[in-house]
């Protein structure tokens, strides 16, 4: 894995542009120290424990919004239907509601992931922020067309690694032109990764397959 320390602003944007945004993406932490671990893993070694919150956290999580008659507001961003699309709903679903997954969020957009690492957490003004660039290599599905990846495979019970769009956002708002926004928003800029149980509790760079596909800039305080 290589790590490089950013001189300037205008340094990181030319190392962040040149990347081929086609094929890699971004994660902006704003302390340098952070792993690439998802919140349901942080602090948790033992995938087991893992797999049981998620799953109990779920369905807690569907209790809710039933009792709450919250079903309406679910937005479909595909027309097809497939054999999982209730899973993955219900999973993506929980992540925007700030519910603890294995969803880990990552960007295309250069200026987003900076602005994560640099303005995102008033408490760590004065401590270095990162950005990471991962390229996925075969260990990792990405996702070209997401609706084959939803109808072969479950969020839970994933054979290895995938990248791709959330195919649910949730909007309060009956406004039709107000949803199509923020699907247009979520489909140019966001990707997720999800990563079966037993790899999810190691952070991804420190996982022996996905050293080489993985690159962190350090951004210093005083930039």
């Avoid at 944007?13 to 671990?37: A, I, N, P």
């Avoid at 107000?178 to 800029?189: F, N, P």
Wanted: hydrophobic share 35%; net charge negative.
């Amino acid at each position: 894995m290589q790590v490089k320390v950013a001189n300037s602003l205008d340094e990181l944007k030319q190392w962040l542009f040149v990347t081929g945004l086609d094929t890699k993406f971004l994660r902006g932490h704003t302390h340098e120290c952070y792993t690439l671990k998802p919140g349901i893993s942080r602090g948790i070694t033992d995938y087991k424990i893992i797999e049981k919150c998620e799953r109990e956290l779920l369905e807690e999580f569907k209790q809710e919004v039933h009792s709450q008659h919250k079903e309406k507001h679910f937005n479909n961003l595909s027309n097809t239907e497939f054999c999982f699309t209730n899973e993955w709903e219900w999973y993506f679903q929980a992540q925007h509601c700030r519910l603890l997954t294995r969803l880990l969020d990552w960007t295309i957009s250069w200026d987003t992931a900076i602005s994560f690492a640099i303005g995102s957490d008033i408490r760590n003004d004065d401590i270095d922020g990162a950005v990471w660039i991962c390229q996925p290599l075969n260990n990792f599905i990405q996702a070209v067309k997401d609706e084959e990846i939803y109808k072969n495979n479950s969020p839970f019970a994933l054979s290895q690694g995938i990248f791709l769009y959330a195919p649910v956002v949730y909007d309060d708002s009956e406004n039709y032109e107000e949803k199509l926004g923020a699907q247009r928003l979520l489909g140019q800029w966001g990707k997720f990764s999800v990563q079966p149980y037993m790899d999810c509790v190691v952070p991804m760079e420190e996982q022996d397959g996905l050293k080489d596909c993985l690159e962190k800039i350090i951004i210093p305080a005083k930039l």
